[in-house]
């Protein structure tokens, strides 16, 4: 009873919490995105990082006005949709590489372009 008890204790946190993990991955194929916070979302990928950035910068002059990027720190910065939008690329390991977008409107989270966001660089990325 005990070891069932430790267990369900982090699934009763999270439903208690009203942090639920939310899963995102049905256009972006075998990569998997999910949402670490209430406005941010985070995958990992075996795309290269000069792919996933060429993307991200794609994908951000499209959707906004970018304010700020470095890419050897991974960084891009843009309003888009009166919202602040952060891309981070961070990688994981030689073949692998963590995307993460943040979007926020307001000081309010903006999870669906966030979602939105990460989708498109992930499906723009080769």
């Given at each position: 009873m005990k070891k069932m008890v430790l267990f369900l204790m982090p699934l009763i946190f999270i439903g208690i919490s009203g942090c639920a993990p939310l899963i995102i991955g049905g256009a972006v194929g075998a990569v998997g995105g999910y949402a670490i916070?209430?406005?941010?979302?985070?995958?990992?990928?075996?795309?290269?990082?000069?792919?996933?950035?060429?993307?991200?910068?794609?994908?951000?002059?499209?959707?906004?006005?970018?304010?700020?990027?470095?890419?050897?720190?991974?960084?891009?910065?843009?309003?888009?949709?009166?919202?602040?939008?952060?891309?981070?690329?961070?990688?994981?390991?030689?073949?692998?590489?963590r995307l993460r977008v943040q979007a926020r409107k307001y000081h309010f989270p903006n999870m669906n372009l966030a979602q939105d966001i990460f989708v498109k660089i992930m499906e723009q990325a080769k």
């Open positions: 916070s209430k406005d941010t979302v985070q995958g990992e990928t075996d795309r290269s990082y000069d792919s996933l950035w060429n993307a991200a910068l794609t994908v951000s002059r499209i959707r906004g006005q970018i304010k700020f990027e470095d890419r050897t720190k991974g960084y891009i910065e843009l309003t888009a949709e009166s919202s602040k939008v952060y891309i981070r690329l961070i990688r994981v390991t030689e073949a692998t590489t």
